[in-house]
């Protein structure tokens, strides 16, 4: 398995409940896995704990065969080759696409830098708009700007956490299909938070649906969708 999070516990206040307990959650190199459940159910935490922005209480998390986190060892998150893209894409307002984007390879050369975020645009379809501002780029456009910016650093794998959620109807479905051809381009392994079953059908190779910090269902999106096994994963993927 290429990410493996084994017994793992999480809280984020020592006298709360766990938001996880006892999580258990493997992903093979390439695929991607989309998690869908309620708000609280415990989606974000995967995806901060997996960043390092988040440190479990018990368990032990391998990413690529290299240990990030267990009682002994502690990976900083810029050192676990992730790429994150949050629900607000988190974009430096006073940066343009292209300086947002190339923020993350500052150590390269200015030639070698240059050259990969000229071809992060290319991929992304921003070539066009890598001198304006955040605040001067549509919705899609900030999200593709996030999610290059995100993929530029050549991460282990790629988090997205409610990627579509400031998209409206019409943009979500263009964006989806965009998205999903990056992913096959690139060859990343991906993990996508939603409360979006859409999402899921659309991107993802396996689909988990948690309740509580609990996996209730996994396994191809089509097939759980047509046949939840459980009352709680019906009314989540109706």
Do not use: W
């Amino acid at each position: 398995m290429f990410v493996n999070m084994t017994d793992i516990d999480f809280c984020y206040d020592k006298n709360n409940e766990n938001i996880l307990e006892d999580f258990e959650l493997n992903i093979d190199k390439g695929q991607t896995l989309s998690i869908l459940g309620e708000s609280g159910s415990g989606k974000s935490t995967i995806l901060r704990l997996l960043a390092g922005l988040e440190r479990q209480k018990k368990g032990q998390i391998v990413i690529g065969n290299k240990i990030m986190n267990n009682e002994n060892t502690f990976v900083s998150p810029e050192n676990r080759e992730v790429g994150m893209v949050f629900q607000d894409y988190a974009l430096f307002p006073h940066m343009t696409v292209f300086e947002n984007i190339s923020f993350g390879i500052s150590h390269l050369s200015k030639t070698k830098r240059k050259e990969k975020v000229m071809e992060i645009l290319n991929l992304v379809d921003l070539v066009d708009h890598k001198s304006k501002y955040p605040h001067q780029l549509s919705g899609g456009q900030q999200q593709r700007t996030a999610l290059a910016r995100a993929i530029v650093t050549e991460p282990q794998i790629l988090l997205l956490d409610e990627p579509f959620s400031n998209l409206d109807t019409n943009l979500k479905n263009n964006i989806r299909e965009s998205l999903k051809e990056i992913i096959n381009v690139i060859g990343i392994t991906t993990i996508i938070v939603s409360h979006d079953k859409l999402d899921a059908l659309k991107l993802a190779d396996q689909l988990i649906v948690l309740k509580e910090g609990k996996i209730k269902q996994k396994g191809i999106p089509e097939q759980l969708i047509s046949k939840p096994n459980t009352g709680y994963a019906e009314s989540i993927l109706a």
